[in-house]
């Protein structure tokens, strides 16, 4: 078992890990071309071979980074991968001398455990927003905003 950064030959697993978790509309769906893209902002979770868990870093801007794709596989629940995930995603934040983390989410209990608080979505700025106007759930998304001060 390793968290290790994701290489492209993870992309299918991540979007089949994060799909099944937005069939259920749990987060958003991405698509393969999102994810390889984006690759280099990617963690994973690994056991040999299986992709187990998955969670994204993307800087914004010059202080703001976001937290996505969040997902680890459902027999995994509950033994502290997705806390694990999230953990190096911060100490990536850090290092890159990011101040702040957001996320958006429809879970906002759990990021709540590690000192997100819930915020107005109109504090992010318009930036972010370049990627809800692609998304199928736009203007009328559910997800909640929430930010971390590192």
Known sequence: MTIRKADVSDVKKIQKLVN?????????PRSLNEL???IRDFWVY???????GACALHVDWEDLAEIKSLAVVKN??????GKKLLGQCMKD?????VKKVFALTYIPEYFE??????????????????????CMYFPGCKEIAMMKEI
């Open 93 to 97: 934040a850090r290092a890159l001398k």
């Open 46 to 52: 690994a056991e040999g071979s299986n992709i187990c």
């Open 113 to 134: 455990k590690f000192g997100f608080a819930i915020i107005d979505k109109k504090e992010l700025p318009h930036k972010i927003w370049s990627e809800c106007i692609k």
């Open 76 to 81: 995994k629940n509950g033994r502290g991968i």
């Open 20 to 28: 099944f978790y937005a069939k259920r509309e749990q987060m958003l």
């Open 36 to 38: 390889y893209e984006n």
